[in-house]
């Protein structure tokens, strides 16, 4: 069984991925509380469904791309045959994690998005550092910048574990509302980092507070 927050069909917002029809389904609970965090109500709301169910209604949308999210969904045991029956299904499946559980387990296909948290999230020091060692080529980073010390965090860990070379790609996603992008886009340019500056397209096509989307 699995507590499932919702299952919804909409356009890609992060990732390689952004701007393809996508079906995510969020997880109920998340053991982080980080500053900018967008999906507070995945803390709680949510239902249990069994893993006939949640399939059955990914496959509704008849949409090769899902995305497993939360919350954090590798809390839930079940999430692993979850992820698996998806592959096996023929889907492409994107993982959203925390980046403070391990992957380890994560089915080979999958492909990680892997979230480095920065200081200003306020939960850096949770951080499971072996995860960077467990990327696979497929796999991509993010990092959520809050301010100027977010980004020469972001900067120092890039540099320190040589993930230019080692993720299919590196995100630099500057918190909605808080930290303009433009100002982003010129430190990276400035240091001429190997990343993608990344806006949530999502928040930019409906509003930033609509659920299912």
């Given at each position: 069984?699995?507590?499932?927050?919702?299952?919804?069909?909409?356009?890609?917002?992060?990732?390689?991925?952004?701007?393809?029809p996508?079906?995510?389904?969020?997880?109920?609970?998340?053991?982080?509380?980080?500053?900018?965090?967008d999906?507070?109500?995945?803390?709680?709301?949510?239902?249990?469904?069994?893993?006939?169910?949640?399939?059955?209604?990914?496959?509704?949308?008849?949409?090769p791309?899902?995305?497993?999210?939360?919350?954090?969904?590798?809390?839930?045991?079940?999430?692993y045959?979850?992820?698996?029956?998806?592959?096996?299904?023929?889907?492409?499946?994107?993982?959203?994690?925390?980046?403070h559980?391990?992957?380890?387990?994560?089915?080979?296909?999958?492909?990680?998005?892997?979230?480095?948290?920065?200081?200003?999230?306020?939960?850096?020091?949770k951080?499971?550092?072996?995860?960077?060692?467990?990327?696979?080529?497929?796999?991509?980073v993010?990092?959520?910048?809050?301010?100027?010390?977010?980004?020469?965090?972001a900067?120092?860990?890039?540099?320190?574990?040589?993930?230019?070379?080692?993720?299919?790609?590196?995100?630099l996603?500057?918190?909605?509302?808080?930290?303009?992008?433009?100002?982003?886009?010129?430190?990276?340019?400035?240091?001429?980092?190997?990343?993608?500056?990344?806006?949530?397209?999502?928040?930019?096509?409906?509003?930033?507070?609509?659920?299912?989307?």
């Amino acid at each position: 069984m699995l507590t499932i927050n919702e299952i919804f069909h909409s356009v890609q917002g992060e990732s390689t991925y952004a701007g393809r029809p996508c079906v995510f389904v969020r997880l109920t609970a998340c053991d982080l509380r980080c500053s900018w965090c967008d999906t507070p109500y995945a803390f709680y709301e949510g239902s249990k469904r069994s893993l006939d169910e949640v399939i059955g209604e990914v496959d509704r949308y008849g949409c090769p791309l899902v995305e497993v999210t939360g919350g954090e969904p590798l809390l839930q045991e079940d999430v692993y045959p979850l992820m698996q029956r998806l592959l096996s299904s023929g889907k492409t499946v994107l993982l959203e994690t925390g980046g403070h559980r391990s992957t380890e387990r994560v089915p080979a296909e999958v492909v990680t998005i892997l979230d480095v948290k920065c200081p200003g999230s306020g939960e850096a020091e949770k951080n499971d550092w072996g995860n960077l060692g467990r990327l696979r080529p497929q796999d991509e980073v993010k990092f959520v910048v809050k301010d100027r010390v977010d980004y020469e965090f972001a900067r120092d860990v890039i540099a320190r574990h040589e993930l230019a070379g080692r993720a299919a790609a590196i995100h630099l996603s500057p918190v909605h509302g808080v930290l303009d992008p433009k100002m982003l886009s010129e430190w990276v340019l400035a240091d001429r980092l190997p990343v993608r500056v990344q806006l949530q397209l999502h928040k930019y096509i409906w509003s930033p507070d609509t659920r299912g989307v």
